[in-house]
């Protein structure tokens, strides 16, 4: 045999070893097989090795990403988030009441009665505890090296109920009465004598001597002024609404001078006056007080030497 055919015999040889990576030809007989070169023991525990990692990667994707999205929904800092939120909520409240009551005394019948001034310790306090609550929560996410945004509006809850309670205060500090007052009720019978008469009579007592009755034309706006010399009681009633707002201080000085000349029997006795838009009365402090639940009306302390 020649080198040639040698040279050929072997190349040939080579060319059958050769594994074939595409589909069995049907052509191929057993004893072709025999001849593709089979990988190695060591060869193939490490595909087996690299199959089972690639294996328990895929399932631990499965099943750890359900973890790591409910992990991710989780709040960094906790149930602490959720408490400074609800915490800066109730500050928020208390201080909008706070500067309600301010605005308007009677506003929120429903709850108890209290000025401004006894609401804005509670929304400071509660201020404070979402302070509290917002510093634990930062906390406790920082521990678990996360970020929480949970306690940002315990941030802008307490800036908001710092600055309501400050309104509040100026408020009630400038308007003591309240800057929106409610309409006063007024249902004193001032077109009838008679049934003004009566009205008083019936809070302040008889009047056995009668009533006395003074001109009143010598004060423009004033249509009846009438006294009762028993209970110490008088009254007067106007032609139009703004006229008793013009006389209400010259009324209130007389009212003062007339106690002073009688002080030893005015002594021990609170007086006041109860008016509406065209009347008033001029009388005892407690019986008033009887006279504004049938007529309405406001009261007002009469003050005099004694």
């Not at 201080?95 to 506003?107: E, I, K, Q």
């Amino acid at each position: 045999m020649t080198s040639e055919n040698r040279n050929g015999e072997a190349w040939n040889n080579n060319v059958e070893r050769i594994p074939v990576s595409g589909p069995r030809d049907p052509e191929v007989t057993h004893s072709d097989e025999s001849n593709v070169v089979q990988p190695s023991q060591p060869e193939l525990n490490v595909r087996q090795t690299r199959s089972a990692r690639s294996s328990h990667s895929l399932s631990s994707a499965g099943s750890g990403g359900t973890t790591r999205v409910s992990s991710t929904k989780r709040s960094a800092s906790g149930i602490w988030g959720i408490m400074c939120a609800i915490a800066g909520s109730i500050a928020v409240a208390t201080g909008v009441l706070s500067v309600m009551r301010a605005w308007n005394t009677r506003a929120v019948p429903q709850l108890p009665a209290s000025s401004a001034h006894d609401i804005i310790p509670v929304t400071c306090v509660l201020a404070a505890l979402t302070l509290v609550l917002v510093i634990i929560a930062r906390l406790r996410a920082a521990r678990n090296r996360r970020k929480t945004r949970s306690t940002i509006w315990g941030i802008l809850a307490i800036v908001l109920a710092l600055m309501l309670s400050a309104g509040a205060y100026a408020l009630q500090t400038i308007a003591p009465e309240g800057v929106a007052k409610p309409p006063v009720r007024d249902e004193a019978p001032i077109s009838d004598t008679q049934a003004m008469q009566s009205g008083v009579e019936a809070v302040y007592g008889s009047c056995a001597d009668g009533w006395q009755h003074i001109d009143a034309s010598q004060f423009p706006g004033v249509s009846s002024i009438q006294y009762c010399l028993d209970t110490r009681t008088a009254y007067a009633t106007f032609d139009n609404d703004t006229a008793y707002a013009a006389r209400a201080p010259m009324i209130q000085s007389k009212a003062a001078e007339l106690l002073s000349e009688h002080s030893g029997e005015a002594q021990g006795t609170q007086w006041a006056t109860i008016a509406g838009k065209r009347w008033v009365v001029v009388g005892e402090k407690t019986k008033a007080k009887q006279l504004e639940k049938a007529w309405g009306g406001t009261i007002t302390d009469i003050s005099f030497h004694r």
